[in-house]
T-cell receptor
Framework: GQSLEQPSEVTAVEGAIVQINCTYQ??????LSWYQQHDGGAPTFLSY????GLEETGRFSSFLSRSDSYGYLLLQELQMKDSASYFC?????????FGQGTELSVKP | DTAVSQTPKYLVTQMGNDKSIKCEQN?????MYWYKQDSKKFLKIMFS???????INETVPNRFSPKSPDKAHLNLHINSLELGDSAVYFC???????????????FGPGTRLTVL
């Protein structure tokens, strides 16, 4: 089977840096994606790692280590609007398998 | 300018009824998906169509029947609704089965289904 593990919730203050980890066990792997979902909203794409290493997009970075079946999303200079749920997802055979999501609360 | 749209946004109905949710994308994508998000926010794929053909059918009760009249539309019909069907249903699309270059899928705004 396949499974993804990520923390259920994380709290941080404005301006801080937070890292959301994701470990996965899947048969067949094409890459690790991250999605953001605000309450009542749709999941929106943040980043994708197909190869090992760090991908940076503005304040957000994502890392993948395929040998460790591990990745993380790094959010810098946190803002209140970053309060949302963050999902890691494994690409497998044309579909996305999502983790349970990490609820990030950013406090003033 | 809506990329992926769904109707209705909210659907409240009685157990045993039959209902449909419609999805349309104007991105020119070949592949469309239905996902179910439960009350714990767990997001799980249900179906995927590529150019009107069913390519992914997860373990979903056969009360759920997707239909794709053309590659821009993917509808979901649900028969004999049950309490456990209450969830948010998201439609999504991607350029191809393998997603886009960065594997991005584009999600619609969701349909919140409540079965009483």
């Amino acid at each position: 089977g396949q499974s993804l593990e990520q923390p259920s919730e994380v709290t941080a203050v404005e301006g801080a840096i937070v890292q959301i980890n994701c470990t996965y066990q899947t048969s067949g792997f094409y890459g690790l994606s991250w999605y953001q979902q605000h309450d009542g909203g749709a999941p929106t794409f943040l980043s994708y790692n197909a190869l090992d290493g760090l991908e940076e997009t503005g304040r957000f970075s994502s890392f993948l280590s395929r040998s460790d079946s591990y990745g993380y999303l790094l959010l810098q200079e946190l803002q209140m609007k970053d309060s949302a749920s963050y999902f890691c997802a494994v690409s497998q055979g044309g579909k996305l398998i999502f983790g349970q999501g990490t609820e990030l609360s950013v406090k003033p | 300018d809506t990329a992926v749209s769904q109707t209705p946004k909210y659907l409240v109905t009685q157990m045993g009824n039959d209902k449909s949710i419609k999805c349309e994308q104007n991105l020119g994508h070949d592949t469309m998906y239905w996902y179910k998000q439960d009350s714990k926010k767990f997001l799980k794929i249900m179906f995927s169509y590529n150019n009107k053909e069913l390519i992914i059918n997860e373990t979903v009760p056969n009360r759920f029947s997707p239909k794709s009249p053309d590659k821009a539309h993917l509808n979901l019909h649900i028969n004999s609704l049950e309490l456990g069907d209450s969830a948010v249903y998201f439609c999504a699309s991607s350029p191809s089965q393998r997603g886009s270059i960065n594997n991005e899928q584009f999600f619609g705004p969701g349909t919140r289904l409540t079965v009483l």
